[in-house]
């Protein structure tokens, strides 16, 4: 097993690295998705917390800075359906890939492309796409990719895939029921663990294509998308030849988890009313994009999800990493996680706590010096790319043991 850091990185951080393995970690203060803040003061015994404001209306999109007024009004209509969040995109599509990020700018070229919509199990319509290397390329293998929460497998993922494609590998990916082009109420997650099987069902058949057959096959997931990935994984632990967490959402902090009354409450509310809108959103462009030119960016991905939490997702989203947290010790995959050392959405402590619980013989931890969370899209071009040459390095070195 490997612990490796950036070269750069500062000595006052080393103290994420001074405990033996197995020693209670403590977690400083940090934001970590869903955001769920412990009241200031102490819940009365008469907890008054169902008295909370439910806000059900959408919140109002911010104007996107170069768009004409047509286009932000494109933008700001309701995504609620997934009709209204493909024509959103459709609109934006031109203008999206002529932005000033080397994602694009510095796009490989000759990489072949598939969108394609499909029934799952569930009646659900499931968006995927692939980045296929180009004709006569020697594939190497496969990787499916999961996005964050309010995400889309579409925009910044799109440069990232190429990327990773040029490279030998096949490269797929879905949107989660309810987000981005998928069926589904926008920002609504109903189960976890459907989502999960939703992920594992449409990822086996991809597996089973016959240009794939014999390749090795990875998977990736970012953010939330580590915690789906995570899941997948427990419940099949077999089904993958490596592990590759960026930023993972895998235990919520102590200071940012409701009390356990809070929580009860929660649970009841989401049980009455699990659509509606009661956690606040907090923007989170300052926090995960440390770029503040490809911070401005981000206000084109618009068919994100960027209004309040919605009830259900954010319990399902606290006992989803409950869940994780206690069953660290069964990650047996060989294992790569990828952490900015100054990200305050998902703090790099928790990558270290999944580095030393895993059961992995073969485990990678890399964290990077001032990186914030979006270290794949909203960090230095040259860090960009540093990321991108790890994981595929990575991924080429378990090819070959393969």
């Known amino acids: 097993m490997e612990l490796s850091m ?8 080393l103290h994420l690295f001074r405990r033996t393995l197995g020693t209670p970690l403590k977690f400083r203060p940090c934001h970590h998705l869903p955001i769920i803040l412990r009241p200031k003061r102490k819940p ?20 996107i800075e170069g768009v004409s007024e047509e286009m932000n009004a494109i933008a700001s209509q309701s995504l609620d359906s997934a009709s209204a969040r493909r024509r959103v995109r459709s609109a934006f599509l031109e203008v999206q890939q002529q932005l000033d990020h080397c994602l694009f700018k510095i796009a490989p070229t000759g990489i072949r492309t598939e969108e394609w919509y499909e029934k799952n199990s569930r009646g659900l319509e499931i968006f995927s796409k692939c980045w296929l290397p180009k004709p006569g390329f020697q594939m190497k293998g496969s990787m499916c990719f999961c996005h964050g929460y309010g995400d889309t497998c579409t925009f910044f993922f799109e440069g990232i895939a190429k990327q990773i494609a040029a490279s030998g590998y096949a490269v797929y990916a879905l949107d989660y029921p309810g987000f981005g082009l998928s069926d589904g109420l926008h ?7 459907e989502l999960v099987d939703d992920v594992i069902e449409h990822y086996t058949k991809i597996k089973g294509r016959p240009e794939l057959r014999g390749l090795p096959h990875f998977i990736l997931g970012q953010s939330m998308g580590g915690a789906v990935t995570l899941k997948a994984h427990l419940k099949d632990p077999s089904g993958w030849d490596g592990v590759i967490l960026v930023a993972p959402m895998c235990k919520i902090a102590e200071d940012v988890t409701p009390p356990a ?18 956690f606040p959103q907090k923007d989170l462009a300052e926090l995960a994009f440390r770029d503040s030119r490809k911070r401005k960016m981000a206000a084109y991905n618009v068919i994100s999800y960027n209004d309040q939490m919605r009830l259900r997702t954010a319990v399902e989203l ?5 869940d994780i947290e206690m ?7 060989p294992l790569l996680i990828l952490h900015g050392a100054a990200d305050k ?10 580095y030393e619980k895993a059961s992995s013989k073969d485990k990678t931890l890399k964290l990077y010096e001032e990186g914030y969370h979006c270290i794949l899209e909203g960090e230095p071009d040259d860090r960009i790319f540093t990321v991108l040459r790890d994981i595929i390095a990575w991924l080429d070195s378990h090819c070959s043991l393969n």
Do not use: C, N
Request: charged share 25%.
């Open 6 to 13: 950036s070269s750069r990185f500062r000595s006052s951080e």
């Open 44 to 63: 009365s015994p008469m907890v008054s917390l169902p008295k909370a404001r439910v806000l059900i209306t959408a919140k109002k999109r911010s104007s």
């Open 187 to 193: 920002g609504y997650i109903s189960s976890f663990d």
């Open 261 to 278: 009354a809070v929580l009860k409450v929660l649970t009841l509310l989401s049980k009455a009313m699990p659509k509606a809108k009661l």
């Open 318 to 322: 606290l006992e989803a990493t409950s």
């Open 327 to 333: 069953q660290l010790e069964k990650v047996s995959s």
């Open 345 to 354: 959405v998902t703090d790099p402590l928790v990558s270290q706590f999944l």
